[in-house]
């Protein structure tokens, strides 16, 4: 299990304590003690078959995952944080935040035109401006989240809905990669941009041009012959 203290993943099992029993439920208190930071983790189970529970997150109450970096704005990183907290509690209201979350960024920074989520989806794929890692991841995620089945309107992009396990988080993971390609690593590479014309002002140098992406220019070789 991850450390909600310190994210650190640890080998642990919990220590439970019989809480009352309500008909079939076995109610129960279950706690352990992070052995990295020394924090205790307690979680409120209820008996869900033989020797099987399901458990909830209790204290702390926080975001079990890495912080984002600051230069993601924050029209996305408040449903992001809201999703990761919420995640503990109802991975539908989590996977609705991060549905409403990932359509914010398809229309604004892949200027992908309002429909539903699957078609943006299908729209971006097709556009091949994400690199092939996160396309895939995104596909993936749609083909799990049935959003056929559940097309994610414009008008109703935090509508809860079923989801598979796993599927919130993974959702979680996939944001996490949109962040990075859309902000994170730009802002990484303006930062070198920068930090290379203040040597060169130094050395009374021009300075660079900073290079945006080009478009895709279609079939080279088609141009040539023209």
Known sequence: MKCPHCLIAFRGSLKKTLICQTGPHDWRAGHVICPSCN???IYLLRSAGWHSFLKRLVYPKTISRAPISPEVPELFANDYREACLVLSDSAKASAALSR???QNILREKASIKECNLD?????VLDSKQLPVHLSEALDAIRVTGNFTAHPIKSTNSGEIVDVEPGEAEGQLDMLEGLFDFFFVQPAVLQKIHE???KKLNKKRKSKLKYMIPMEP???INKDKNK
Do not use: H, V, Y
């Open 100 to 102: 409403r979350c990932l």
């Open 195 to 197: 930090a290379l014309n």
């Open 217 to 219: 220019r279609g079939d």
């Open 119 to 123: 078609d943006e989806i299908q729209e």
């Open 39 to 41: 924090e205790i983790i």
